[in-house]
Structure formats: structure tokens, C-alpha cells
């Protein structure tokens, strides 16, 4: 059987927030589980922000040039234990804060983070790893301006998945730590403890919390009309002129 969650296995987990970063551009995050929608909202966030004149540089978790691959095969063989899997994951978000989010933030881009390292807080700690451990292994990311937690009861995240994907995912079911030899069991044990950790980490860093379950058009304006709040609060604040006008960019591997 998988661990429950070790959160109070360490007195100290984290100080929260950490220093703002001192970039000019702007690093949105949209997390929450898996199914809840939230690759949906950064494409039709992304595409907003082109429309109102902003580069925007789009940024999917697992979507290392460097990494992907070797984390498909691993997982492929059911091959990886706890460490490896929060090691693989933290070097795929290395690469990517190297190559594209830390240069497009020198460049005053607007950066979409679909996912961040918040989904490793939750699931790596799930898979039975030290929360401090976890958020020490980060340490080396940019802390975002803005995070949106797309939220969604358990039971309407399963009725969604299956009736748009078919089925349940092998990993999203948590299979490969054992919860339970039923498919549907083991997705409602596993998510339940990621939906415990996003819960706990919403007022330890800021989270911004999304009802998942409203129609995309009604989620979308929740995310732009905070968006727009951001950038115009630093552009008011600012004697430069605002984000620059370029050519959007995204990472396209899953």
C-alpha cells in the first residue's frame, strides 16, 4: 500500500511565499488536478493576452526537450519510485526555468505555467516524500506573481474524465503506488490526497481558488479579469512601458 500523506512528519514544512522575483515580466500558474480543465484555460488565457497586445510564452509541466521522454519510458516500465520521480519531474522544471521561463521574464513576457512546482508538493508528498524535502528540491524556481487553483469536487472530476477520455489514467489513478487493485478506487484514494495537499497549500501560498466546475467561458473571465488586475496594477506603478508586444511561444510536448 502507498503512504498516506507525511505532512506532519516534519515540524517545519515550509515559510510559504518566498521573495518576490525581480524580473519584469509577469509568471501566471494555473494549477489543480488532473481533468479539472486547466490546459484549456492557459491556451484561451494565452490567446487573450495576444489579443490585448502582451507576449505571452505558454509553459506545460513534463514538456522538457531534455527530460520528457525518459519520464514516458520510465513510467512506460513502471519504473519509478518515489525519488526518481520527484528527481525527473524537478529536472524537467530545471530545464524549463533555464531555457524559457527565466528568459522570457528577462524579456518582460507574460509567462502560463500549466502546472507548476505545486503539483509536485502535492503529489510527490502523496507518493510518500518528505513535504520538506519536496519544497527544498524547488528551491531553485521563481516564485509566480499569480496563482489560480482550478477546484472540483471529487466525484465530478471522475464523471468528467470518464466522460471525456473514456477512462482512468494508469498514474492519475495512482496505481503505480498501490492504493488499490480497482481502477476507480484507487483514482478516488489518490486524488482525495492530492485534493487534501492543494487544500492545504492554498492559504500557504496565496492560491487564488477557481470553482472548476462553471462553464469555461465563466473560469476564463475569472482568470482574465485577475490577469488584467495584475498588469495594469504594474503598468500603474511602472515608468517603463508595459509588457512588450511579441510573437507568442509555448512548449508543445505533454
Known amino acids: 500500500m502507498a503512504k498516506s500523506s507525511n505532512r506532519n512528519s516534519s515540524p517545519s514544512v515550509s515559510n510559504g511565499r518566498r521573495p518576490a522575483h525581480p524580473y519584469p515580466g509577469k509568471l501566471i500558474v494555473i494549477e489543480g488536478t488532473d481533468g479539472v480543465g486547466r490546459s484549456t484555460q492557459a491556451e484561451l488565457l494565452q490567446n487573450w493576452l495576444a489579443v490585448e497586445g502582451y507576449g505571452a510564452v505558454l509553459t506545460e509541466w513534463k514538456s522538457s526537450e531534455l527530460i520528457f521522454r525518459?519520464?514516458?519510458?520510465?513510467?512506460?516500465?513502471?519504473?519509478?519510485?518515489t525519488i526518481t520521480f520527484s528527481l525527473l519531474y524537478a529536472t524537467d522544471l530545471a530545464d524549463r526555468s533555464h531555457n524559457l521561463i527565466l528568459p522570457?521574464?528577462?524579456?518582460g513576457l507574460v509567462v502560463i505555467a500549466d502546472r507548476y512546482y505545486y503539483t509536485a508538493f502535492a503529489r510527490d508528498v502523496v507518493r510518500g516524500a518528505d513535504p520538506a524535502w519536496v519544497r527544498k528540491l524547488y528551491g531553485f524556481a521563481v516564485e509566480p506573481d499569480l496563482i489560480f487553483?482550478?477546484?472540483m469536487p471529487l466525484e465530478s472530476?471522475?464523471?468528467?474524465?470518464?466522460?471525456?477520455?473514456?477512462?482512468?489514467?494508469?498514474y492519475e489513478s495512482?496505481?503505480?503506488?498501490?492504493?488499490?487493485?480497482?481502477?476507480?478506487q484507487s483514482f478516488k484514494l489518490y486524488q482525495s490526497q492530492i485534493l487534501f495537499e492543494y487544500e492545504h497549500m492554498v492559504g500557504e501560498y496565496h492560491f487564488?481558488?477557481?470553482?472548476?466546475?462553471?462553464?469555461i467561458?465563466?473560469?476564463?473571465?475569472v482568470l482574465r479579469?485577475?490577469?488584467?488586475?495584475?498588469?495594469?496594477?504594474?503598468?500603474?506603478?511602472?515608468?517603463?512601458?508595459?509588457?512588450?508586444?511579441?510573437?507568442?511561444?509555448?512548449?508543445?510536448?505533454?
Do not use: C, W
Not at 522570457?104 to 524579456?107: D, I, P, S, V
Not at 495512482?174 to 488499490?180: A, F, H, L, T
Not at 467561458?217 to 473571465?221: D, F
Open 225 to 254: 479579469t485577475s490577469v488584467k488586475e495584475l498588469l495594469n496594477a504594474d503598468a500603474a506603478t511602472a515608468s517603463d512601458p508595459p509588457t512588450p508586444k511579441l510573437r507568442q511561444a509555448r512548449s508543445t510536448h505533454r
Open 217 to 221: 467561458e465563466t473560469v476564463q473571465k
Open 157 to 170: 472530476l471522475l464523471r468528467r474524465i470518464i466522460t471525456t477520455r473514456g477512462g482512468l489514467d494508469f
Open 208 to 215: 487564488k481558488v477557481v470553482n472548476a466546475g462553471d462553464p
Open 174 to 184: 495512482g496505481r503505480d503506488i498501490g492504493m488499490s487493485t480497482d481502477l476507480y
Open 70 to 81: 525518459v519520464i514516458d519510458k520510465a513510467k512506460s516500465k513502471n519504473a519509478l519510485n
Open 149 to 151: 487553483y482550478l477546484k
Open 104 to 107: 522570457a521574464l528577462r524579456a
